[in-house]
């Protein structure tokens, strides 16, 4: 399985940006699809999950302006941002989980696979 993420960029501030993570390999229609982002010396924090069945799970600071959506028939998961702000500025990563406990969707450590990341920069 491969993610390939893409859609980041240079950004103005209050701009909005849908990212893309397309998966080959395998149909990953029943698995469970993620988005994280890590800013410079930073850890990678987790945004959203969207699940085999379409629950959706953000982060306590995502909630409001990432929204997180699949196509499963192009393979692809998306996260659309909105109001982008400076400290949205990160490198954006996808990953996928097959089984994943809906109380450990935020863990990195849960998720099977990751693509290469993509990078946003917000400027002001």
């Known amino acids: 399985v491969q993610l390939q993420a893409s859609g980041g960029g240079l950004v103005q501030a209050g701009d909005s940006l849908r990212l893309s993570c397309a998966a080959s390999?395998?149909?990953?229609?029943?698995?469970?699809r993620a988005w994280f982002r890590q800013a410079p010396g930073k850890e990678r924090t987790f945004i959203a999950t969207?699940?085999?069945?379409?629950?959706?799970y953000y982060g306590d600071s995502m909630k409001g302006r990432f929204t997180i959506s699949r196509d499963n028939g192009k393979n692809t998961v998306y996260l659309q941002i909105y109001r982008l702000k400076p400290e949205d500025t990160a490198i954006y990563y996808c990953?996928?989980?097959?089984?994943?406990?809906?109380?450990?969707?935020?863990?990195?450590?849960?998720?099977?696979?990751w693509g290469q990341g993509t990078q946003v920069t917000v400027s002001s």
């Open positions: 990953a996928a989980a097959e089984f994943i406990r809906t109380d450990l969707v935020s863990r990195t450590d849960e998720y099977d696979y």
């Open positions: 390999g395998r149909d990953l229609r029943n698995y469970n």
């Open positions: 969207i699940t085999w069945d379409d629950t959706k």
